[in-house]
């Protein structure tokens, strides 16, 4: 695969055009892959890496037969335990995730960005779950590790499109009492909502021993303002209406969205969250790469 | 306020054009779905209300500077004439003073020069189509113009007035120059005052405002110095006897104006061309310094005589003060007697020799000569014990009396006291009659006025005045306008002086009748007697003799000699024959205007002076004081303007024609207006605005 087809199946303004979801996650794994020097897989997947000799104390059925009966001599495969990862992919589906300059909106990329990763996590053999919510959880589909899930989470996510408000805090709340056992929560929202209500909320995954990674998606316009001409600028969520000169605000506004945004990343390390600031025009490698960095550490 | 361009003030409607584009830029502004409004919230609640504040300060600007462009040409003004004069056509007056003021100097240029060269500037703001009416009284002959309306013809009239040495009634002026503009051809109209604002010649000027309804007045300020000037203010030599070896005393004033010296300066006297005495004075601004000067007359006749200022600055002419005066002429008298012995003694007294020698020439009459009395044939007429008068003789008497001359009344037995009481009395000494007093025991004289020229005589001791015996005598009651002279020991006046007109009236309250009294078998009866009709005679003479530059005189003469033939000499030598005119005992010769300082000597064909007049400058038109113009102008209210001229003298008449025109600060506050706008618009001006 050339650089620049690969490159280009990391665009989300690309994947958009793919047909259907099944395609996207593929591709963008794929194309996010192809990149890499070596495979992504080694080291957490249930497929052969490395045998060691058996050491007395070793448990008999980590041995394997196949290479004795070969050999006479015992070797243990020693990966079987590190590929049981449950994640959980949190989707924020509130209206203002369906705001875009481009031609993706946040939810879109957000929904590319969940199939893509879903597909890689069951490639693994990871157990993977989604939750999309706006005031509410819309759905939740339990953490699954085979390749039927997959076809669930991509058919959900396909159908899925963003409405009404939010209530991002109360969500995290919920689904962090939900979790029974501990694994990773990857979010993927705008995070407009009361950041300290956020941040509370995040802290309640990790008192829950969660590992958990942010992707805060926001469009351009969302970070520079760069909006022109005087207009009437509408709520998606609320319906309210305020009559904006944007030459008037645009540093204020970028002012204020740069505190904001650094609030986020300073608690979120604080708290040891990977905080990961995206915007719809952002490849979704970065996110991928976030991703297998967390994958790695958790080994 | 008014505006020169009314129509235009139809831009204010622009006005609101700043207003409907930011309402309508409202009303277009597209809809944008924005994600979360809670930054904006916030920024809103932070900056955005700043930021409102400075875009309606913004929109406020551009209304207020297009409002203001819109006044601007508009050419507002603050106050104004008529709509309908605007800008029409003008009849103006340009009133020039010509008076003897305006020939003082400041930097070595006249004030009639300055009001030429101001008068010059204002005809060039008219046209062909104004009507100029050019009126400059006061100017010396042959340069009074007097209503020329062609505009050539006023600019050269102005070039080639000169002023004259009289002086000029502001008040009476103004008038002239309003009833000139009501025959005006345009209903624009106005007078144009160039003048020094001389106190005297126009104080009173505000007197002129009621009637100067719909005309505009300009006062044009020439200066705001007031020349330094000295003059003669005063030469008096009245109530005394003039005769030749009597020595006259000459009370002399002289004057310095507030802008004066303080200086040494030489005043001098002259009579018949030579110097009588010299003396030397400090004269200080605003002051007053008083002389006497004697002098001793040789021979009887005119005599012509001046007080000179030497040295002193100002205008040249009223440093010098002329007079004339006449001594031992020979005074003719008028007896009116129903009293035979009462006459004889008035004779004996006058005339002793009888007829015309002496001092006095006497001619007896009975009252209904008194009809036609004539200062011309006599200059004092003598009632004595004259029962009553006619309404024709009273008339007679008020005649002779507005002429100059003198009355010496005496009652007597005859006296209907009740009939002189209604009519001569309030005609001619002001007081009432009572009963007649009657006392076996005589009453005297007690008291005198010492100052009274006609006493002078008896200063030294009273000369038998006070031993004078009296019996019966008239209870007269002084009113106001009637001095009493002397007084009886019971306090009833004896002597009695009037002068409501110009000739002096003595009334005796006692008879020459030896019933009455022993006054005339006294030896005080002929001096006082003389000393009484000498001053009768010589005041009335002189009020004639001493004029002001200006004025006019007419002298009378009992008769003229030479067939008829008399020459005028003016001051400057020309000479031009009058034509006697016969009037009532007599000729009048006429000077119908003094116009120069100086002696004006009628001459028969033989050269003999048969009268003189000395014309002066009046003394008022030296004080070159000036009055305040803004209390003209306050006087006048919104009709009148003072023009200083300093510069752009036409702008200045237009704003004042029309108003004060006030456009320019509009400009300048559209400019300031318009340099806001870009600062505060530069502060947050948006990238769209910009591309823009």
């Known amino acids: 695969m050339s650089d620049e087809r690969r490159d280009s199946l990391l665009n989300a303004a690309t994947i958009a055009r793919l047909g259907n979801m099944d395609v996207r996650a593929r591709a963008v794994v794929e194309g996010f892959v192809s990149g890499l020097h070596k495979s992504p897989y080694k080291g957490f997947s249930v497929e052969f890496a490395e045998h060691r000799q058996y050491m007395p104390g070793d448990p008999l059925k980590t041995v394997d037969w196949k290479v004795y009966g070969k050999s006479d001599r015992f070797y243990v495969k020693e990966f079987e335990e590190e590929t049981n990862l449950r994640a959980y992919l949190v989707i924020d589906g509130s209206a203002s995730m369906g705001f875009s300059t481009g031609e993706v909106t946040k939810f879109d990329y957000s929904r590319y960005l969940s199939a893509a990763l879903s597909y890689l996590m069951i490639r693994q053999q990871d157990s993977v779950g989604v939750l999309l919510f706006d005031e509410e959880v819309r759905k939740f589909i339990p953490p699954r590790s085979n390749r039927q899930h997959l076809h669930v989470i991509l058919t959900e996510l396909e159908r899925a499109q963003p409405s009404a408000g939010t209530q991002l805090a109360g969500t995290l709340h919920r689904l962090a009492d939900r979790l029974k056992r501990r694994g990773l929560v990857v979010i993927m929202s705008d995070l407009f909502d009361d950041p300290e209500k956020v941040l509370v909320a995040l802290r309640h995954f990790r008192h829950k021993r969660n590992d958990v990674v942010v992707f805060h998606v926001l469009d351009a316009a969302e970070r520079n303002f760069g909006f022109r001409r005087e207009a009437i600028f509408h709520d998606m969520e609320t319906d309210d209406r305020m009559l904006v000169r944007p030459w008037e605000i645009q540093n204020e506004y970028r002012d204020a969205v740069d505190a904001w945004i650094d609030r986020y990343r300073r608690s979120c390390r604080e708290m040891g969250v990977d905080y990961v600031p995206m915007h719809t025009e952002t490849p979704f490698d970065t996110a991928l790469t976030a991703y297998l960095d967390k994958r790695r550490r958790l080994g | 306020m008014t505006f020169l361009n009314p129509w235009l003030l139809f831009g204010l409607l622009g006005a609101g054009v700043p207003l409907v584009i930011h309402l309508l830029s409202r009303r277009t502004a597209q809809r944008v779905d924005f994600s979360s409004l809670e930054f904006l919230r916030d920024l809103e609640r932070k900056s955005m209300r700043r930021l409102r504040v400075r875009q309606w300060l913004l929109l406020l600007l551009r209304m207020l500077l297009v409002a203001a462009l819109a006044l601007a040409m508009a050419r507002p003004t603050l106050t104004g004439v008529a709509a309908g004069t605007a800008g029409g056509s003008t009849s103006a007056v340009i009133l020039l003073d010509g008076s003897f003021s305006m020939r003082a100097e400041l930097q070595g240029e006249s004030l009639f020069r300055r009001a030429q060269d101001r008068a010059a500037e204002i005809l060039s703001t008219f046209d062909d189509g104004d009507e100029i009416i050019l009126l400059i009284p006061g100017a010396a002959n042959g340069s009074r113009a007097e209503g020329i309306r062609d505009l050539a013809l006023v600019r050269d009239r102005v070039e080639s007035a000169t002023p004259g040495r009289s002086s000029v009634d502001g008040q009476a002026e103004l008038r002239r120059a309003v009833r000139r503009l009501q025959e005006a051809r345009h209903p624009n109209r106005e007078i144009h005052v160039l003048t020094d604002f001389q106190r005297s010649g126009w104080e009173n000027a505000g007197e002129a405002a009621a009637e100067a309804a719909g005309v505009h007045v300009f006062f044009h300020s020439l200066t705001d110095e007031t020349p330094a000037n000295a003059w003669v203010d005063e030469v008096d030599f009245s109530g005394q006897i003039l005769e030749k070896g009597t020595p006259v005393e000459f009370r002399v004033v002289v004057a310095g104006g507030p802008e004066f010296g ?425 990238p769209a605005e910009s591309a823009a």
């Not at chain 2, 004595?384 to 007597?412: H, M, N, Q, T, Y």
């Not at chain 2, 009768?536 to 009020?543: H, V």
């Not at chain 2, 237009?654 to 340099?675: D, P």
């Open chain 2, 262 to 686: 303080p200086t040494e300066v030489d005043v001098e006297m002259e009579v018949d061309d030579h110097v009588v005495d010299r003396r030397r004075i400090d004269l200080g601004p605003s002051s007053r310094v008083a002389l006497t000067f004697h002098e001793t007359f040789a021979e009887d006749g005119i005599h012509l005589g001046s007080v000179v200022i030497r040295g002193a600055a100002g205008p040249q002419d009223d440093d010098r003060r002329h007079f004339t005066l006449r001594t031992a002429r020979a005074a003719p008298v008028l007896v009116v007697c129903h009293d035979e012995r009462a006459r004889r003694y008035i004779e004996a007294a006058l005339a002793p020799e009888g007829g015309g020698t002496g001092s006095f020439s006497l001619r007896t009459a009975d009252t209904h000569e008194l009809e036609s009395a004539s200062r011309a044939r006599e200059t004092v007429i003598v009632l004595a014990d004259v029962e009553r008068l006619s309404d024709r003789e009273l008339a007679g008497i008020k005649a002779f009396l507005s002429e100059g001359g003198g009355l010496l009344v005496f009652p007597g037995p005859r006296t209907d006291a009740a009939a002189w009481g209604r009519s001569f009395l309030p005609k001619f000494v002001p007081g009432t009659l009572a009963d007649l007093r009657v006392s076996e025991e005589p009453f005297r004289i007690a008291h005198l006025d010492p100052s009274h020229p006609l006493f002078e005589l008896f200063r030294g001791g009273d000369g038998g005045l006070t031993d004078v015996a009296f019996t019966r005598a008239l209870q007269f009651r002084a009113q106001a306008g009637s001095a009493v002279l002397a007084t009886f020991t019971n306090g009833d006046p004896a002597l009695v002086e009037s002068s409501l007109l110009p000739g002096r009236v003595l009334l005796f309250t006692s008879s020459l009748d030896p019933s009455w009294s022993d006054f005339p078998l006294t030896g005080a009866f002929l001096p006082l007697l003389h000393e009484s009709v000498r001053y009768l005679s010589e005041t009335a003479a002189l009020a004639a003799e001493q004029l002001d530059v200006g004025e006019g005189a007419t002298v009378w003469l009992p008769a003229v000699p030479d067939g008829g033939t008399v020459t005028l000499r003016a001051p400057n030598d020309n000479e031009r024959s009058v034509a006697p005119v016969p009037g009532p005992g007599g000729y009048a010769l006429e000077l119908a205007e003094a116009d120069e300082p100086g002696f004006w000597t009628f001459q028969s064909q033989a050269g003999d002076t048969l009268a003189a007049l000395a014309a002066s400058i009046s003394a008022t038109e030296s004080d070159l004081t000036r009055v305040e113009v803004a209390q003209l102008e306050a006087a006048f209210g919104d009709v009148a303007s003072v023009l200083e001229g300093d510069a752009g003298l036409a702008r200045q008449m237009r704003e004042a024609r029309m108003g004060r025109e006030i456009g320019r600060w509009f400009l300048w506050a559209a400019a300031a207006l318009l340099l806001a706008e870009m600062f505060v618009a530069s502060r947050f001006r948006g």
